[in-house]
Structures are given as structure tokens and as C-alpha cells.
């Protein structure tokens, strides 16, 4: 018995050593953790508001959902001199969290320990790895809370336990308040394949209501401040980058007033831009958070209330777009896909105030000779990334996940895992596309458990054959 707990033990203390591997590739490649973006990154309130008007500045908070926001607030007034030291040492936690999580659910899934061992040293490894847990943006705690509520999930399904019903409920409500890519639609996918699975189902279901419910009030609270029934006013704002259209067809459009003057392929513009065309003039004082043009550190300040206007008015010139150029709206879709499937880390260079070259390097030679795949080229034209293996192994892997839900076991957390990739992989390449890779990365512990279960099932094939 002594010898059985020793060999399991082994596997974790092996994944603590992948972690430490991890954190000194990280200092080997010149990564620090990059906390400069708390008063750069167009998702947070200023800093000013943060730390001396944080009840309200959330309030007020439309761009984004509330609880990213609420956490840098809360770490920075409690930390106003220590902040970026407390922010990297919760990152580090978070990331040797998810490590042993994979490891721990991989094992409950009953892949071979040696196939797990081998898969979280190449997560920890992988370039994403360390410069994700050392950027101060959700992309680490949004992997963290869905590895937290797999697990959470498996746990309720296992011993039908109230608790773990509530935990999992509970990451639930914190994914959808922190990301916006969850929308409440996912958590009825979620709740309704689940129900199988369950014994109390009535009681399942009006307990997944709950989350809907926080989920909702959010929404509605943005609808009487601004007017934008969403947890976040931007998806007009995505949904008009780099659409493709020559200049020659956007002076047409904008002519016949298809789409308005305005229209960028950017359309994240400072208010300087917009002012020409007649925002930003009204002088109101209800909060800086909805009325400063610049936050107090020269920042702009994208919370401002008219850019919910701008993207309502961007959002009806997509729908236009898209029923008169449905083609081109495909090429997009399908270059933001291939996007989302790079290697990566390609959309965080420009973001961090460390040199990225040998981090270039190191992720050039891992795409290469991993991935077979090749760089990437920006600015991106339609259609020009290059393919990868992640062509061939993403379809497979989420293929073999769905068989996994047809087997006997924890059926139910395959199939929260693969909706769940399968949800982000859709909506991140229908909405957004430059960083679609960064985005993969919060699902990414997800796709490595089903490519470790997808492995070990081939293995076991290819063991019977030759059994027989």
C-alpha cells in the first residue's frame, strides 16, 4: 500500500519538477512578468479608479465583464506598493494549479501515467506556458476556472454531492463574469447535455439557473446605464476588424451610407478619431469611467459611453456586410480559424515591455519541428496562415473526446469539455480575429487532457492489434 501511494505521488512531484522546468525556461528566454499592462490594456478601468473608486468604477464598467477588473482592484488596494509582486505570485500558483489539475484529472480519466507525465511537461514547456503566467490579463485565470469547474463537475458526478454541485455552479458564474465569450447560451448548451447524467434533474436545472440569473442582472444593469443588453458593449467593435474589403469598396460603401464613415478596419480608435464625426462632444460628469476620454495615465479610455453607440452602429454595418458579401465574411471565419489553431504565442509581443525575441525563436523552433507549421506574417491576409498538425489533431482529438461521452466512466465531463472547446473554438473565430490564438489558450489544459485521452486510446488499439 506505502508502494502504491509512492508511484502516485511520483507523477505529481514529476509535474512540480515540469513546473520548475517552466519557470527557469521562462528566465532563460528573458520572460518577466509583465505587470505594466494593469494601466495599458483596453479591458481595464484607469488604475486611479481601481484603486480609490472601485465600487463604482464596476458599476459603470460596460466593456467588459466585472470580476478581472474586480480582482486587479481589490489586489491593488490591499498591495499599493507590492501589487505586481502579489499579481506574479498568484500567477505562479495558478499555473502549478492547473498543471496538477490536468495531471489529477487525467489519471481520474484512466490515461496511462507515463502518457499524462509526458503531456504536462510539453504544456509546461510549450512557449504559451510561461509567457501566460507571467502576463498580468485572464488568459492564466480564465484556464484555471475551466480546469477548476471540470474538475468541480466530475467530483458532482461522481458522488452526486450538493457541494460540488455548487462549486461547479459557482465557476460557472465566475467564467461568465469575467469572459464575455461565455455567453449565458453556453451554459444552457452545458446544463441541458448534462442532464442525462444526473439523477435530480429538475433540481439541476433550476440550480444552473442561477448562474443565468447573476448573468442577466449584469446584462441588464448595462441596458440602464448605456443601453447595451450584453455583459460586454464591444462585439460590434470585434466584429468590423479586417473585414475584407478593398479601400475602393469601403468609399463606395460608406457613400451609399452601408456602412458610416466611420468604419475602420481598426475600429478601436481614440476618441480623437471619433470626434470628427461628431462624438465624444457632450461634456458629462456622472463617472470618470463613462466620461473621461483618456484615463489619468493618457491611456484611452474605451469605457466611455459613446463607444457603445459606435458599436451598436458598427454591429447593424455587419449585418449589412454580411448579407450582401457572405463570402467574404467566410474567408474571414476561416482565416480566424486557422489563426486559433497556431502553435502561438503570436498576439503578446506588442503587448509586453520585455524584449520577445528570444521568445520568437524559441516558439519558431517549437511550431517547426513540433507543428510542422510556418510563421506568421502581419499584417494577416485572408487565408495566409500557414497550416500546422493542429489541423489534423484538433478535428481527432475533439473526435475521440466525443467518444469518450459514449463510454462508460465520467462521461459527462467529456462532454463538458469538448461543448466547451467546441463553443470557443466557434465563437472566437466567428467574432475576433488577430488574436485567436491567444484565445485558444484558455481552453488550451482542456484540448491537452482530450489529446492525452485521445493518445492513450490509439495506444490501447494499437495494443490489441497486435495482442491478436
Not at 484529472?105 to 490515461?111: A, D, Q, S
Not at 455548487?166 to 448548451?189: G, Q
Not at 502581419?378 to 467518444?403: E, K, Q, S, T, Y
Request: aromatic content about 14%.
Amino acid at each position: 500500500m506505502l508502494m502504491n501511494r509512492f508511484r502516485e505521488g511520483t507523477l505529481y512531484l514529476f509535474v512540480l519538477a515540469a513546473f520548475g522546468a517552466s519557470e527557469l525556461l521562462g528566465r532563460a528566454l528573458g520572460i518577466r512578468f509583465a505587470g505594466e499592462t494593469l494601466g495599458t490594456l483596453y479591458q481595464y478601468l484607469d488604475p486611479s479608479i481601481l484603486q480609490t473608486d472601485l465600487s463604482r468604477g464596476l458599476f459603470y464598467l460596460h466593456a467588459q465583464p466585472p470580476l478581472f477588473n474586480l480582482f486587479l482592484g481589490i489586489i491593488v488596494k490591499a498591495f499599493p506598493e507590492s501589487h505586481l509582486a502579489v499579481f506574479s505570485f498568484l500567477f505562479g500558483a495558478m499555473a502549478l494549479a492547473i498543471l496538477l489539475g490536468m495531471a489529477w484529472l487525467m489519471r481520474r480519466l484512466g490515461i496511462a501515467d507515463v502518457i499524462t507525465g509526458a503531456v504536462c511537461l510539453a504544456f509546461a514547456l510549450a512557449p504559451n506556458f510561461p509567457v501566460y503566467r507571467n502576463w498580468l490579463f485572464y488568459t492564466l485565470p480564465m484556464a484555471f476556472l475551466l480546469l477548476g469547474s471540470t474538475i468541480a463537475l466530475g467530483f458532482f458526478l461522481e458522488r452526486r454531492s450538493r457541494a460540488m454541485l455548487a462549486l461547479f455552479l459557482t465557476l460557472v458564474t465566475l467564467i461568465m463574469l469575467t469572459r464575455s465569450v461565455f455567453h449565458p447560451l453556453w451554459l444552457v448548451a452545458i446544463a441541458l447535455a448534462l442532464t442525462p447524467f444526473v439523477e435530480e434533474r429538475r433540481r439541476f436545472l433550476l440550480a444552473a439557473a442561477i448562474p443565468l440569473v447573476l448573468v442577466s442582472l449584469w446584462s441588464l444593469k448595462n441596458y440602464a446605464v448605456v443601453g447595451s443588453y450584453a455583459s460586454s458593449s464591444w462585439l460590434g467593435l470585434s466584429l468590423t476588424k479586417r473585414w475584407p474589403l478593398s479601400q475602393k469598396e469601403v468609399a463606395e460603401l460608406k457613400q451609399r451610407g452601408v456602412i458610416p464613415a466611420y468604419w475602420q478596419r481598426r475600429p478601436f480608435q481614440e476618441p480623437d478619431y471619433y470626434q470628427a464625426f461628431g462624438f465624444f462632444q457632450e461634456a458629462r460628469h456622472v463617472h470618470p469611467a463613462l466620461d473621461a476620454l483618456y484615463k489619468s495615465n493618457g491611456e484611452p479610455n474605451f469605457n466611455h459611453r459613446d463607444y457603445v453607440t459606435i458599436s451598436h452602429e458598427l454591429f447593424r454595418a455587419h449585418i449589412d456586410l454580411l448579407s450582401s458579401y457572405p463570402e467574404r465574411y467566410s474567408r474571414r471565419v476561416v482565416t480566424a480559424l486557422l489563426l486559433y489553431l497556431q502553435p502561438g504565442p503570436n498576439s503578446v509581443h506588442f503587448l509586453v515591455d520585455y524584449d520577445f525575441e528570444r521568445v520568437h525563436r524559441y516558439r519558431a523552433a517549437w511550431t517547426r519541428y513540433l507543428f510542422w507549421g510556418g510563421p506568421i506574417e502581419r499584417p494577416i491576409r485572408m487565408l495566409a496562415p500557414p497550416a500546422n498538425l493542429w489541423l489534423v489533431l484538433f478535428p481527432l482529438v475533439l473526435g475521440l473526446g466525443a467518444l469518450g461521452a459514449t463510454r462508460e466512466g465520467p462521461r459527462g465531463v467529456f462532454v463538458y469539455m469538448v461543448l466547451t472547446v467546441s463553443w470557443v473554438t466557434a465563437i472566437t473565430s466567428l467574432v475576433e480575429i488577430g488574436e485567436n490564438d491567444r484565445m485558444r489558450w484558455e481552453i488550451e489544459p482542456l484540448l491537452a487532457i482530450l489529446f492525452g485521452y485521445a493518445l492513450n486510446r490509439v495506444l490501447l488499439f494499437l495494443r490489441r492489434l497486435k495482442g491478436a
